[in-house]
């Protein structure tokens, strides 16, 4: 791919090796699946299956190449992959639809495209142990997303994803969902923790485990990814989570557990406010989300998810919207994250979120993560491990005020206008070199919060 004068950077050469990889693993799947059931049919025309016919455009290693390839990928597969029909409600063709009207093909040389086919041709995706072998590579592809631009908001470090799920425990059964689900860490996650034991418990896994992504490259990525997690048909669907009116979900789309890193600091598009009340409307897309969670949640119904430091603290509507989970749920536990946790693509203070919906919250627990001793900040290579979450899980059940953890009643938190961004009474003031990321991070919170204060002097004026 690097040899191909098409491809600029590593979001598209991830892109690219997406659509060819969705592809084959999607045309594996359907050897198996027609050798299980006596009338399964792939929704893949013949000519444009990665090898139903011999000598082939993909699957056959001589098969064609040079300009004879590029344009059949471009003039013939796209096209055909792209009006597939979807009349008989087939999702497994929904899928293939999807995934092709919303990526690319970057890469100009059929010489270069025939060498990356034969590579993927090596692996055998029903071969459990290849695909399982293969989705630790997949893994490493997708964290480097997060050094490709603007693409690298679309990861969630697995650690987090991985901790979150532990923590939530969804079981067989349970619906989750993920609105806004990037590239399927959550999802991914949960099929892990559900490890479903056969095919009675695989299908409610399939069918319980949602997701909604409305970027094409993720979309692509996370459906991908459940695949290579042994789901058959993924139930992640293309669209934006905020695209109509909180009323519209009924009791019927309520859901047991929310898994979700909800996008944060961007502004919500296509006046997609309008789709929530009055009182709650803003163009910060993570307060929106964060309405939208609680009420998706069953009563009873169970979330974990990352908010940025700004949707802890602001006046007007952000405080409105705290107000309310507080009110509607028990939220028990803030886990206070560095804020160097994403970067590159993102350099402000996070926090995990766990809250269950039912009852009001009575005091919040709050648990400060700290860097490993001797490190200033987490980086490429030296990203946030699972196994710093450990003395968290440890302290789960047995909780007790220390140097790093503290509670706080409600009362306290309704004083302070429902305030959230509590900091640490037990830390020991010392002094604190600042690292670039930090002063970013401050700069940005300042910002957000110039940007909320003059949001409200707005609503006044009005």
């Known amino acids: 791919m690097w040899q191909d004068n098409g491809l600029n950077g590593d979001a598209q050469r991830i892109e690219q090796l997406g659509w060819m990889l969705f592809l084959k693993i999607f045309s594996d799947k359907d050897r198996e699946l027609e050798l299980l059931l006596d009338d399964y049919k792939s929704p893949i025309p013949d000519e444009y299956h990665w090898e139903k016919v011999k000598g082939n455009w993909a699957g056959d290693d001589e098969g064609i190449t040079g300009d004879e390839l590029a344009e059949f990928v471009d003039r013939k597969l796209f096209p055909a992959l792209r009006n597939i029909d979807v009349s008989t409600g087939n999702r497994r063709a929904l899928i293939v639809r999807e995934v092709f009207e919303g990526n690319n093909n970057y890469m100009k040389s059929g010489i270069n495209i025939r060498k990356v086919l034969n590579k993927l041709n090596e692996i055998d995706f029903n071969i459990a142990r290849e695909r399982h072998a293969f989705g630790e590579i997949y893994e490493t592809i997708l964290k480097d997303l997060q050094s490709a631009g603007k693409s690298g908001e679309f990861y969630t470090p697995r650690a987090i994803t991985k901790f979150i799920t532990d923590i939530i425990d969804p079981r067989i059964g349970e619906k989750i969902l993920d609105p806004a689900c990037g590239t399927g860490g959550?999802?991914?996650?949960?099929?892990e923790h559900l490890k479903p034991k056969n095919t009675e418990e695989r299908k409610l896994v399939e069918e319980n485990t949602i997701g909604w992504e409305y970027k094409p490259l993720p979309y692509l990525l996370a459906t991908t990814n459940l695949i290579l997690h042994d789901i058959e048909v993924p139930n992640i669907t293309f669209r934006?989570?905020?695209d109509q009116p909180l009323s519209n979900y009924t009791e019927k789309n309520r859901v047991d557990a929310i898994l979700a890193n909800p996008p944060f600091g961007g502004i919500v598009a296509n006046n997609n406010e309008t789709n929530f009340p009055q009182t709650y409307r803003t163009k910060e897309s993570a307060d929106l989300f964060l309405i939208l969670m609680i009420h998706l949640l069953k009563m009873g119904g169970r979330a974990g998810i990352v908010l940025p430091d700004g949707s802890l603290t602001g006046e007007g509507v952000k405080q409105r919207v705290r107000q309310r989970l507080l009110e509607e749920c028990n939220l028990h536990t803030i886990v206070r994250l560095p804020n160097s946790v994403f970067q590159p693509y993102a350099t402000v203070a996070t926090n995990l979120l766990f809250f269950e919906k039912g009852k009001p919250t009575r005091e919040v627990w709050y648990y400060e993560h700290r860097l490993p001793e001797g490190q200033k900040s987490y980086s490429k290579t030296k990203p946030i491990r699972l196994e710093e979450f450990q003395p968290i899980k440890d302290w789960w059940n047995n909780r007790a005020?220390?140097?790093v953890c503290w509670k706080v009643h409600i009362e306290?938190?309704?004083q302070r206008g429902y305030d959230l961004d509590i900091k640490n009474p037990n830390k020991t003031e010392e002094e604190h070199e600042y690292t670039s990321q930090e002063i970013f991070g401050l700069l940005e919170r300042s910002f957000l919060k110039?940007?909320?204060?003059?949001?409200?002097?707005?609503?006044?004026?009005?």
């Open 412 to 414: 306290t938190i309704k």
């Open 450 to 462: 110039c940007n909320d204060l003059l949001g409200l002097m707005k609503e006044e004026i009005r």
């Open 401 to 403: 005020e220390s140097e």
């Open 186 to 191: 959550f999802l991914s996650g949960a099929v």
């Open 240 to 242: 934006d989570a905020l």
